[in-house]
């Protein structure tokens, strides 16, 4: 499976963000504390369930709101 589009929603430092992937490289390019980290936690998330760095879902939600969303679209190859 090949992961072609990521939508996250209140996902730790990230707000709201949309992405699309190319289907062989990409690159995260960005100033620390950006979210860089925060985008392949996210896929690690969608991959396994939980996340890398937290072992309570809880922590994973932007301060101060409710809920957080971390949403992918996949292409079988």
Known sequence: MILTELNILNY???REASMAFA???N???GLNGQGKT???DAIY???FTK???TTQD???ITHV???AMVQGVYKMS
């Open 23 to 25: 289907p062989k490289l």
């Open 65 to 67: 709101q409710e809920m």
């Open 38 to 40: 925060n985008v392949l």
């Open 12 to 14: 730790r430092n990230i």
């Open 58 to 60: 809880s922590l994973n």
């Open 27 to 29: 690159c995260l390019i």
């Open 51 to 53: 996340s890398a760095y």
């Open 45 to 47: 998330m969608l991959s």
